[in-house]
């Protein structure tokens, strides 16, 4: 039945809703409309409406007034095609304004089984929100964690619970979806020019003030700081532009719902994993009461400044946790077909995800709201690619993860997709989980292989040079026998999941008690080194140690062959004070703090990014071994004796001593020379012939360098650094020596001597 709503007058819907010139007569019944497109659409006069589920045996629609707060309306969507219900809203309750559609507030209603035991959640007590929703109207005074969210019963779970949630329950609102992009043209930077920063939208501008020093920038408002518009701002323009990024990666800003344990505690979501609406921006990050067109200006100024925009998704799990977490639209529309439930306990879930839930991507309907999602953020939202949070979760068919599965395959064939950059994050916690080099061709993947080897080299851990020569030439032994490209991995010793790389130098030990879980939560083994003191310190010589091993790092990130990827606020010297997960920190802990800017070090990044847009050191191919006709071989690694690496040598845990002759590289018109010292002593590196200069010196504040080799055989190489120096004038055949390139069956498998 309708409901009490269900009486409501034409004219008091329009009164409530906004919307002038409503016929005062009974509300006329909804027309069957169409199957499509779905959610809520303006079209044929009204407001189509269009919702999936496979197992209910009616859905409702209900209005609301323009607030959210009261429940107008209340009928049964009339058509049913297939497991999609859907109803036509006819134009003439709104008068003669056709665009008075957009505006209208509304929830859904699903009847069907309560039987938990099979997987059915139906409890038309509690008002759901569509999943296609385009923008979501919160409770007023935001959502509260009573007890009404709930569909069972608190103390008889395989009961219903009876209590009525609307009033304090999300609705979505219908949206007219116009911007004038003004010509707007994605950059479309090609792979090998990529360089990806990595930054949340709020954390990266909330203390954000004007812009670098001797440029007529004016300070940002406090209304805009935190905000998409301060993304887009000339302050921030300014230091992309100054740093010489070519993407930023945002963390999620699909709107989301903290979790109730946050709540509870006084804290919220800060890196949003935790998604409520696949369509809409997440409002808090907005400085207009119009997020969606705010985001869309954002986009527009960074595609005018050349720069991409890509965002982290998270279609794994949502926000409406385990068997125990409330009922926001998913659930209540059809659990059984949204979620992975284990076939002999389908009162519960598979939680592949250690969020609670799992989505079930071998649905179709699932699958196509994902593709939907991101059709939308493509079409209507400009964006430039994506990065999939937990990404073999969308690859788990019946018996694990398939690289070929039915969500890649629509990924790979659909129109609107083409041209899009897809990042995974290559790893689930379920059977199989640990995908790293097992996606498909044309996938970036981050490679935690390379962040752990870097880490291991430079600050101590176990490493062979053989291990950082294999991440240094692109990750060959996992990208190359699958006929990938080098561009694929996804470089990083930071990102926004531990340490920041101040941190990473500074402790030994994590430090979230601030997070309320004991210190428990967050990685315990970080690959990290305090340099002889944990946390802040004056003293200059750990200080010194320090500032040397941040510019090891960035230069080990940005010199490799692949797509490297830096967090923001490294290259000021952003500190966590040791916490290695603040998800939950919004607050000076992740507001990257710009008065204490490290100049040199953003010299330093800005100098180093700009030496690999004019060098790329180590090209966007694999490299052969094979000499050219003049003998010269394309890759040479090289003892510090300048004599050729053999099988002997990779696998010497004394020596962290290697050198790189690159006689192909990516963009150089002569051979480079890559030296690296990881060891706490100076060494002197034997010189092959030819005219060397160098480009990049780590030891220095700025990494720049006046040093030219005149008279010299041997290079001083500083301890702890790295220099890439190019050949002016080279001598022909100026290798003289057999190959032994990185993607060589003898790396990492002999045991040798050391040199």
């Not at 329009?14 to 909804?30: R, Y």
């Not at 939208?201 to 301060?230: C, E, N, T, W």
């Not at 851990?461 to 990208?479: M, P, V």
């Not at 010299?712 to 190019?726: C, E, I, K």
Request: glycine residues 12%; hydrophobic residues 40%; proline residues 6%.
């Amino acid at each position: 039945m309708p409901g009490a709503a269900g009486t409501a007058g034409a004219a008091e819907i329009a009164d409530n809703v906004g919307i002038a010139g409503a016929a005062a007569h009974a509300v006329p019944a909804l027309s069957p409309g169409r199957p499509w497109p779905m959610g809520a659409h303006c079209r044929d006069g009204g407001v189509n409406f269009a919702v999936f589920s496979g197992h209910a045996t009616r859905v409702d629609l209900c209005l609301f007034d323009a607030h959210g707060t009261r429940e107008l309306l209340r009928t049964p969507l009339p058509g049913r095609t297939g497991d999609i219900w859907h109803g036509h809203l006819p134009g003439h309750l709104f008068g003669h304004l056709t665009q008075a559609c957009a505006g209208l507030v509304y929830g859904l209603r699903a009847h069907g089984p309560w039987r938990p035991d099979r997987g059915h959640r139906f409890n038309p007590h509690k008002l759901l929100l569509d999943p296609w929703a385009r923008e979501i109207v919160s409770p007023p005074g935001g959502f509260n964690w009573e007890g009404s969210h709930f569909g069972a019963d608190a103390d008889f779970p395989q009961h219903m619970d009876m209590r009525d949630n609307a009033a304090q329950a999300h609705k979505a609102r219908v949206v007219d979806d116009h911007f004038d992009w003004q010509g707007d043209t994605p950059p479309r930077t090609p792979l090998a020019a990529t360089v990806l920063y990595e930054l949340h939208v709020r954390g990266f501008s909330k203390l954000m003030p004007a812009g670098p020093a001797g440029l007529d920038i004016p300070a940002l408002p406090a209304s805009h700081q935190g905000s998409y518009a301060a993304l887009g701002s000339d302050a921030a323009l300014a230091h992309f532009r100054r740093l010489g990024i070519t993407a930023v990666n945002l963390l999620p800003v699909h709107q989301i719902l903290s979790e109730q344990r946050l709540a509870q505690h006084g804290l919220r979501n800060h890196w949003g994993y935790n998604t409520l609406g696949y369509f809409c921006p997440e409002p808090r990050y907005a400085a207009t009461a119009r997020p969606r067109d705010e985001f869309r200006e954002m986009v527009r100024r960074l595609h005018a400044a050349g720069i991409e925009v890509l965002l982290d998704v998270v279609y794994n799990h949502t926000a409406e946790s385990d068997e125990h977490g409330p009922t926001l639209s998913w659930r209540g529309l059809d659990n059984a077909s949204w979620y992975r439930l284990p076939a002999d306990d389908r009162d519960r879930y598979e939680n592949i995800t250690g969020c609670g839930n799992t989505v079930d991507i071998r649905h179709p309907r699932v699958l196509q709201m994902v593709l939907d999602s991101l059709r939308y953020w493509v079409q209507d939202m400009h964006v430039d690619g994506f990065r999939f949070d937990l990404a073999p979760v969308l690859g788990r068919g019946d018996h694990g993860f398939e690289r070929d599965g039915p969500f890649f395959k629509a990924v790979l064939q659909d129109p609107a997709l083409q041209g899009v950059k897809f990042i995974a994050e290559p790893w689930d916690l379920g059977p199989g989980g640990y995908q790293v080099g097992g996606f498909a061709k044309g996938w970036l993947e981050w490679n935690d292989r390379f962040r752990d080897t870097a880490r291991a080299f430079w600050l101590g851990g176990d490493c062979t040079r053989g291990e950082l020569a294999l991440r240094l030439a692109g990750s060959a032994d996992i990208y190359q026998a699958a006929r990938r490209t080098p561009a694929e991995s996804v470089n990083y010793v930071v990102s926004h999941d531990g340490f920041t790389l101040a941190d990473l130098v500074s402790h030994d030990l994590r430090h979230n008690g601030a997070n309320l879980e004991d210190n428990r939560d967050g990685h315990g083994h970080n690959l990290s080194w305090n340099c002889g003191w944990e946390g802040a310190t004056d003293d200059p010589l750990v200080l010194a140690r320090r500032a040397r091993l941040k510019r090891a790092l960035l230069a080990t990130v940005l010199l490799a062959q692949g797509t490297p990827m830096l967090a923001a606020g490294d290259e000021l010297g952003h500190s966590q004070g040791g916490n290695n997960n603040p998800y939950c920190q919004d607050n000076a802990t992740t507001w990257i703090d710009w008065a204490q800017t490290d100049e040199s070090l953003l010299a330093f990044t800005a100098h180093l990014i700009a030496l690999r847009k004019r060098l790329l050191p180590l090209g966007t191919a694999w490299y052969t071994g094979v000499a050219d006709a003049h003998g010269v071989h394309d890759l040479t690694w090289l003892r510090r004796t300048g004599e050729p690496m053999t099988a002997g040598h990779w696998n010497n845990r004394m020596s962290r001593v290697l050198g790189a002759l690159i006689g192909a590289p990516g963009q150089s018109g002569a051979p480079l020379l890559l030296l690296i010292n990881g060891r706490d002593m100076d060494a002197d590196f034997s010189l092959p012939p030819g005219a060397w200069q160098a480009e990049l010196d780590t030891t220095q504040a700025d990494g720049r360098s006046g040093w030219a080799r005149g008279d010299d055989t041997h290079f001083n190489l500083l301890a702890r650094s790295v220099v890439l120096l190019r050949c002016a004038a080279a001598a022909t055949g100026h290798t003289g020596h057999t190959s032994n390139t990185v993607n060589t069956a003898t790396i990492g498998r002999t045991e040798g001597n050391p040199s």
